[in-house]
Every structure is written in C-alpha cells, then in structure tokens.
C-alpha cells in the first residue's frame, strides 16, 4: 500500500506548494490526481518517486518511508526522455543491469511485443513517433516490475486519437502484474477512464478538495451514460476546486482590521 | 502507428553507399574548384612571364620543393619531429583538460574553486608562457610541448565543463529514478550526452595544437616543420616556406579528419538536421 502522510512542500523562496495532504492508496488500485494547473499534482508526483524531499511529513510503501527513488517504484515522466544515444532495446533494459543477458533480453522482447513493437529493438529513439516513444518509455519503467508506478501527464503531449489507444495500452500492461498506479492528469476523460479513484487537488497551496471513486467495470465505454456523469462529477469537482481558493486565500491573509469590516 | 514516416527515415537511412559516395565525391571536387583555379591561373601568368616569381614562386616550384624534401628524406624527419610534438603536448593538454573540465562541470564547489583561477589563466596570451618555460624546462622538447599542451588545455577545458554543466536534467534524473550510482552516472548518462561536444572541443584543442607547435618551433629547433619555415626565411627560400605551410596544411587536416573518423561510430545516434550529409 502507498501512503501519504500529511506530506507538505515549501519551496525556499516561501511557495508553498503543498499543505498536509494525506492518502492512502491500495496495492494495485488505480488513482488519477486531477487538478489546475499549479495546484502540486506533479510536486505531489516527484515526492513519491524520491525525486524531491517533503519539507514535512513523508510518503511510504508498505511501511518503508520513501527518501530517494526506490527500487519497487517505477516513473513515467511527460517527455519520454529516452536517451538517445541508446536503442529501443537498450533503453528498456537500462534499469535492468542486474539480471543476466538473457533474461533483459527476454524481458525487453517481451514488452516489446506487448505495446505493439515487436522487432523496434534496434531503432534510435529518434526514429520513433510521439507515441511510440511515450510507450517505450512506459514498458522502460515497467520492466522492472515495480509495485507503484508513478504517471506525470503522459499523454498529454499526444493527439487524442494516439492519447487513446495509449490509454488502452497502458490498462493492458497493467493488468499482467497489477502494480499501484498513480497517474498525474488534467485530462477528467482520461482520468474517468483509468482511475478507481480521481483525487481532485485545490491550487494555492496544493490541498485535497475531493476523493470521487469511479465504480464503472473494464473495459469501459466512453460513451455510457454512466461514463459521462462520473465525467460530470468530476468535471463538477474540480470547477468547485478551482473557484474555492480565491475565498480560502482571502480567509488565510486577512489582517485583524480587514477582518472587522467584513 | 506511423509505418509510413518510419519506413522513410529508414529508407533515407540506407542510402546506397555508391550514391553516398558520389555526392561525397562531388562537394570534394566543388571545394577543389577556387584553390586549384586559383594556382592554375597563376602558373600561367608565371610562364607567360607576366609576374616575378621570386617571392611568390608558382606552384610548379613548390612542389618540387616539396618533392625534393620528400625524397632526401629531409620532409619526414620533419614532419616527424612535429608530429610527435603536437601529440605527446596534445595528450598531455587534452587529458588534464577533459578530467578538470569533467570536475568543474560536474562539482559546483570544484566549479567554485578551480574555475576563477583557471580562467585568469586563460586570459593570459599563451605565448606569454615561453619564456618562463623555456627557463624552467630548458629550449628542448619539454619547453616546447609544455606550450603546446597549454594551447591545447583551455579549449577542452572550456568545452567539457560548459558540456557537462549543460546535460539536461531530465535526462540526468533517468539515471536517478533508476538509482545509478555517480560513478555509473558519469559514465552511463553524462559522459555518452556530452560525446559529441567533446569531440567538438577536442577537434579545437587539436586545431591551437598546431597553431602552437608553429610558435614553438619558430622560437628555437633544429628540426620539425615550424624549422623550416624559419629556414626558409633565413635563407631567402619562399618555396621553402610555402612547402612547410602545404605539409602543415595536410597535417592538421589529416588530425582532424582521424578524430572525426575514428568517433563517427560512436555518434550514429545523432538526431540532427545534417546527419547523412
């Protein structure tokens, strides 16, 4: 189980980021973060991976505090960052120098066939589309089989139709061993279509403003009614979220004469 | 997804190696165009006796200068004696160039240390150095390739360090979320990402190389290219000296051309607008 415990940021010149947000996801639940822009759901992100240190509180799977990337979690960032002097191939089994030859070989074979470029091993990555590197990079992290993967807007530099068919690609690979998803977006479709859970974040600082669970069965249809009001939902949450900071804000710096005229 | 698009770039890719080398053939032949018009023309103003050749002697002369001094021998020792000048100051000025520049880039407290006073070195005009050198490491070789790997430092120094502090930090944290080590940072992202700007800085140490050895040699030697220049001078040969400067030219290119072949290899990977050109 990942959880979060009343995890805060402070930047140096004073931002804060993040104010106390706990939660606790189950081991292998899907939970999308939604939110404006602003409102930490990538700072949120990066102190799960271990990229960036809490200012306080901390976030911990199944017990262990996280202080640096972990070995049992995996990212995906928003560019694909392949390393360009790498192949295809090379760049899946990076984080896997420890096995032996084979079994990288085996396993980069394997996930390569599974996103749908079986025999794109010895490509450069920059002979690759948008989408296909976003899906390489997304089987580079899962390679590794981690417990939690971690998604900072992967698609969201894609058209729709490639958004799509990644978003499908990705419920796919998930499937095989089920690890905790925690997937960064602004997108509510993609979110509604994911997630067991969207987690709608309040900018200025970074708060939870609300935990909607979405109880559709997979595969699901986007075009169900029922889709469309967790759509709604959501949607409806996170106008909430976005026009509730202005008056939290002018609660927060109210000086003791402002307050009396009100 | 986008087979058409990959099957292009692939297509592009695989270009017949005969056509490669003809268009190869054809932009050598184009830049031949202006020199060799150039000494043609004034060849045939030469015999048509419209010019005096006695300080500028046509080509004709020259190369058989230069084929006389290849033939007694006297061109090799030369070329030798330089050679080995320009590499053993151009190893020495490269290796302690790339280890500091890799420090500084990557260390801000190496950075903070080292760097001022390395660069109120650099703005001391090199030749400065001679006579000091030549006190402290007498007139013979070790003078004369202290000066040369002096040239030869600054330009790789510069290069590896603005290279490695430019790594984009995306990159660098792929290496972090897969928990390398520093070590294994260094030589799995940092040193493969900086490649093609080393090679860049070490083709410019290579280039001041020369530059520097010319220097050195016009100060003080009893033999190496640079002798011949001064030779030349002394003893009222111009087809001496535009001898010395041809075998120069040749050796400097072919210097640089062995970098740029031997690290081709290692940069397939390029994604820039002229690869394949």
Redesign the interface.
């Known amino acids: 189980m990942l959880t979060i415990d009343a995890l805060c940021k402070i930047y140096p010149n004073g931002t804060q980021a993040l104010e106390k947000i706990s939660l606790n996801v189950d081991a292998g639940e899907i939970v999308a973060l939604v939110g404006g822009s602003g409102c930490g759901k990538t700072t949120l992100l990066r102190m799960i991976?271990g990229?960036e240190a809490p200012t306080r509180g901390h976030a911990a799977l199944d017990g262990e505090v996280i202080h640096?990337?972990h070995?049992a979690v995996?990212?995906v960032?928003q560019?694909a960052?392949l390393?360009?002097?790498?192949t295809v191939a090379q760049n899946i089994s990076?984080?896997l120098d420890h096995l032996p030859k084979d079994e990288q070989e085996r396993r980069v074979d394997e996930a390569l066939l599974r996103v749908?470029l079986a025999g794109y091993g010895n490509?450069?990555?920059?002979?690759?589309?948008g989408?296909?590197a976003q899906r390489v990079s997304i089987v580079r992290a899962l390679v590794t089989q981690p417990k939690a993967l971690l998604l900072d807007e992967p698609f969201s530099a894609l058209d729709a139709l490639?958004r799509e068919s990644l978003q499908d690609h990705l419920l796919a690979l998930w499937e095989t061993h089920r690890p905790t998803l925690v997937l960064v977006t602004h997108d509510v479709e993609e979110a509604v279509a994911l997630a067991d859970r969207a987690i709608v974040l309040q900018p200025k600082p970074g708060r939870i403003f609300a935990d909607i669970p979405i109880d559709l069965p997979r595969p699901r249809d986007r075009l169900s009614p029922e889709f469309a009001e967790a759509k709604r939902l959501v949607l409806k949450a996170l106008d909430g979220s976005i026009n509730q900071p202005h008056s939290h804000q002018a609660g927060r710096v109210q000086s003791p004469a402002a307050g009396g005229s009100f | 997804m986008s087979e058409a698009t990959l099957d292009q770039t692939t297509t592009t890719n695989a270009q017949p190696k005969a056509a490669r080398f003809a268009v190869f053939g054809t932009s050598f032949l184009l830049g031949l165009v202006l020199p060799v018009t150039a000494g043609l023309l004034y060849e045939a103003a030469f015999r048509a006796g419209l010019v005096q050749a006695r300080l500028l002697p046509p080509p004709s002369r020259v190369f058989t200068t230069l084929w006389k001094l290849a033939q007694s021998g006297e061109l090799a020792t030369h070329v030798l004696a330089t050679t080995v000048r320009v590499g053993m100051g151009f190893g020495l000025g490269a290796l302690v160039g790339m280890l500091l520049g890799a420090l500084t880039g990557a260390s801000r407290n190496a950075r903070r240390l080292l760097d001022p006073t390395l660069q109120a070195l650099r703005a001391i005009p090199s030749l400065a150095w001679v006579p000091l050198f030549i006190l402290w490491l007498g007139i013979f070789e070790s003078s004369k390739i202290a000066l040369i790997a002096v040239g030869v430092f600054f330009p790789v120094y510069l290069g590896v360090m603005a290279a490695i502090a430019n790594v984009d930090r995306k990159i660098v944290e792929v290496g972090r979320v897969f928990r390398l080590s520093r070590l294994a940072l260094v030589r799995r992202v940092l040193l493969p990402a900086i490649l093609p700007d080393f090679i860049i800085a070490i083709r410019s140490g290579l280039g001041l190389g020369f530059m520097f050895v010319v220097a050195a040699e016009i100060m003080g030697a009893s033999e190496g290219l640079g002798y011949l220049l001064v030779d030349g001078q002394q003893l009222g040969k111009p087809d001496q000296i535009l001898a010395a400067i041809i075998a120069f030219a040749v050796l400097g290119k072919i210097g640089d051309w062995l970098i740029v072949v031997l690290t081709k290899p290692f940069l397939t990977w390029q994604d820039t607008h002229q690869r394949g050109a």
Request: no cysteine; charged share 20%; glycine share 14%.
């Open positions: 991976s990229l640096a990337p070995p995996g990212i960032f560019e960052r390393l360009p002097w790498l990076f984080g749908g490509r450069w990555p920059r002979e690759l589309s989408g296909q490639t």
